[in-house]
Each structure stands twice: as C-alpha cells, then as structure tokens.
C-alpha cells in the first residue's frame, strides 16, 4: 500500500497534528483517519457536527463560451439542466463506458465551470479531458492552490448561519473571516452540511474559526474513517471500490446521472446498449443480518452456497451497530429482500440485500 | 501508555499472566490503542490447540481486521464469553475484563521468550 512515491500534505497538515489526528496514507496523500475514534466522529455528524479537511480532492476550472458544451461531450450528465449557482453529480467515463471518476460540477459563472474530483484521480481525469475535449477552452487545474472543507451535520447550519440561505445542491462566492470562499451545501455523508472551497493559504483559518463556532454544538474534527463510514451508510459510492473503470453507470446503478437526450458523449455507445439490453452484473446494498465480522472488501458474496460477486465497500455501521456493504452480484441475484451469504475467512454469515439508501436520512 | 509490571510480553503486542500452568492471554494498551474502536473479537475454540507465534484470534475494529498471535504453545481451556456481545471491554480495559483466552500451558520454556514489561515498553516506545 505504501508506496515509494512521496505522499503530499494538504495546507491543514501541521494543524492535524496540533488536533492529534493518526494520518494514514490515502490516495497520495497523507490525510487523518481519524482524531478521538471513528465511532466518536461519525456519531457527532449524524447528530450534531464535524469537520473534514478534504483538501486532497482536485479542483478544475473550465472556462470560456464552449465550456458548457465542451463539458457536455466529456460527463454523463446534462449541464444544460443546471443554472448558476446551481450543483450536479456526475461521471466522466472512457470509450468503454468505464468510470474514470465521478464527481461535482459547480456552474459558478453562466460559463465558468468548477469541478471537484478525486484526489487520486487529479492527473488521470485531467489527462482524459484535455485528451478528449473537442473545443476550445480554458481548462486550469487549480488542485494546488486551492484547499476544501466538509462541514457537516444537522448543525452545520448554526455554525455557518451566513450559508443558511444557500439550498441544496448550490453553491455562493462567501466571505467567511473575511476570506472569499465557494460554500455549497453539498457532502458526501447523509447529512446537511456544506463544502467550503478556499485558497490553500485560507485553510488553516477557517479551520481553526469553524471549530471554534462549532464548540456549543460539540463539533468534533473528523476523519476519512468516518468519512468512510458515514458515506457508506448513505450509498455513496466511493471510486476505487464501487466503482472503477471495469465498472459502469449503468451497473452501479447511477443511470440517472446519464443523460442520453444531450447529444454524443465518451462512453455513450456502451451505455446505450447496456441501457437497452441491461447489465450482466449490479452494484447492490446488504446489510448483514446476524452477528458476524464485519464484512469488508473483496470478500465473496453467496446465493444458494454459489458464489454470485464480492463486495467492493463493506464496514460496520455505527448508526446501526450491524455490518453492512455494497459489492457487485449478477444481475439476476440483485433482488431486494433476497437473502445471500457473506463468506468471511471460510464462513458464511446471512445477509440480506437492501434498499438504497441503507440508512434513511431523517428530514 | 500502560505497561503493567506483573506481566509477560510478546513483540505482537499480547499480554500473557501467569496463573500456575495456565496463560492468560489478552491485547496490551498499546495495541488497543493503535486497532481503536475494536468492534468484533473472534476468539480461539475452546479445546483448540495453539502454537506460539501463530495467529489464533482475530480483532476487528471499524477499518481493519487484526491476527492476534498465541504468545505460547498449548489447549485453549476457557475464552471471554463476554467479548461477542461487548467487544468494546478490549479497548476500556484490556488487561481486566477485556482478557481474551486461557492458554494450558505445554512448555513453560516459551515463557522466557517473552519480553518482560520493561522491555516491552522500550518496543513500543514508551
């Protein structure tokens, strides 16, 4: 896992060590797993507040008069459906319907365009779009000099009250401390909550000053642990494990996030042919349905004692104290309610396949 | 981090007490400290035989799954009941209630292969 390559260090480096965070090795990157435990940090996002560093994910600016319809033959989803101020999920695929990477678009000017990827993704995404991009544009990728925080939960609200006005899935240029920042009110754990998009050199500030607005509400700064576990009881997908490029959004069941109206697009094609005559295999939710390990990645799933797929995510849930996953079965297995059996180190454990979302955001 | 005095050590981090033949087995400070939040512990089957330095229990916390190692060869005669239904005593107090096997000790030998508190603390850094 660790690799000879020299991990990066976002801008909130030293300030993690201050927190006492345990940094791991994620994506290039040396980030927190975690601060006071895994546990203790998702509980605080799911019913009052945490804050993430996610300065390791990329940030793109695409600008110019062709950047809507650049952008349009490059992402599976139809940026013509959004206006200013206004954010889309989408995948950028390759010819074979593969995803590259999934990630946000922000129209933050009528055509200037913001994109956040994934951090290990920066170079491979950029890469594929300057390859494929069949217009002129202004493409700049802005992942060094600019730094991201996550502030989410059903408190997030109070501890950013300048963003209350700001609705879901949308974004506003803000001063917070004086410094201008994107704040969308976007996430990737279930919860309310906003993403803060600054200049690296801003991020130790804000962070500092939103822990300190958070102090009544018992914020607790959070890391990838329950990041991990927080999106996964949601049914985020996370790239690299549910869904790479041997998988496509037809299987992992994002096909609303393609747009087959818009016109040609990389991927298209494949993704057409597997709308209309279906996939072989799905990307499905499980929640274990007895005690058991916890099931984690790569471990078979079963059906009848026949191996049908493994799984691609799987954790404890801490919300409901049972393991829980996603992994890719055949198609003709991914029936909700079906039970299957999850093989952990030569024991099968029943299972049961889920509805997504596993957990049901409270409103 | 606590290292207590009237205990043996091995380098993977296991404690073990001596009780006459029998060994005491359970996880150090240290080692809970590092798992964090143990959420599953699988633990030996009673009348198993266990061979020092083979793994022989497994503990899960929220991101990874953990071999712990048997730190002396014998019958496993008894295992914490209590672990399957609260995991969590491993990380609240690991040298007590949260004891993992008992081990009947076959050679007594191996005993002087494990490291004595000072020692161990100097493995960790302490």
């Known amino acids: 896992m660790h690799g000879t390559k020299t991990l990066k260090r976002t801008p909130l480096y030293a300030t993690h060590l201050e927190w006492g965070a345990k940094m791991v090795p994620f994506g290039g990157w040396e980030m927190p797993v975690q601060y006071s435990g895994i546990l203790e940090e998702h509980a605080a996002v799911r019913e009052r507040v945490g804050l993430f560093d996610i300065s390791h994910m990329g940030e793109f600016l695409v600008a110019g008069p062709n950047a809507e319809a650049a952008l349009n033959e490059l992402l599976s989803n ?93 974004v506003v240029r803000l001063g917070i401390l004086g410094r201008q920042c994107w704040v969308a009110r976007t996430g990737y754990t279930g919860e309310d909550g906003f993403e803060i998009m600054c200049d690296a050199a801003d991020a130790p500030a804000l962070w500092e000053e939103l822990l300190k607005r958070g102090k009544p509400f018992n914020i607790k700064p959070c890391g990838l642990g329950a990041r991990d576990t927080l999106r996964l009881e949601v049914c985020y997908p996370l790239h690299g494990n549910d869904i790479t490029e041997e998988t496509t959004p ?88 079906a039970p299957i059996g999850i093989e952990i180190r030569g024991k099968t454990f029943p299972a049961m396949i889920a509805k997504k979302p596993i957990l049901k955001r409270k409103q | 981090m606590n290292v207590p005095k009237n205990l043996k050590y091995a380098k993977s981090h296991e404690w073990v007490r001596v009780e006459g033949d029998i060994a005491v087995v359970g996880i150090t400070d240290h080692a809970q400290h590092e798992l964090t939040d143990v959420v599953y512990v699988e633990t030996p089957a009673v009348d198993s035989r266990v061979d020092a330095g083979k793994e022989c229990a497994v503990v899960e916390s929220v991101k990874s799954a953990s071999d712990i190692y048997a730190p002396v060869s014998g019958d496993v005669v008894a295992v914490n009941e209590e672990l399957s239904s609260a995991p969590e005593l491993l990380n609240q107090d690991p040298y007590d209630k949260g004891w993992m096997f008992k081990i009947k000790i076959s050679d007594p030998g191996e005993l002087g292969e494990l490291l004595s508190p000072d020692d161990y603390a100097h493995h960790i850094g302490a």
Request: hydrophobic share 40%; proline share 6%; charged share 20%.
């Open chain 1, 78 to 170: 139809d940026l013509r459906k959004i206006s200013v101020g206004q954010a889309q999920y989408t995948l950028l695929c390759d010819e074979r319907g593969g995803i590259i990477d999934d990630l946000i678009a922000y129209r933050v000017q009528p055509s200037v365009f913001l994109l956040v990827v994934n951090a290990s993704n920066i170079e491979k995404d950029f890469t594929s779009m300057s390859a494929h991009a069949s217009k002129a544009v202004v493409f700049d990728n802005a992942s060094d000099t600019m730094a991201a925080l996550a502030l989410q939960g059903p408190c997030a609200v109070k501890v950013l009250p300048e963003a209350a006005t700001v609705s879901h899935f949308s």
């Open chain 1, 250 to 337: 037809m299987e992992a069941g994002l096909g609303k996030f393609v747009s087959f109206e818009k016109g040609p697009f990389v991927g298209r094609d494949v993704l057409v042919e597997q709308k209309e005559k279906g996939v072989s295999r799905k990307l499905v939710a499980f929640t274990m349905t007895g005690k058991s390990p916890p099931p984690r990645p790569h471990y078979p799933i079963l059906a009848d004692d026949r191996k049908v797929g493994e799984i691609t995510s799987g954790t404890q849930s801490p919300t409901l104290g049972a393991g829980i996953g996603m992994g890719y079965v055949e198609a003709t297995e991914a029936r909700i309610g």
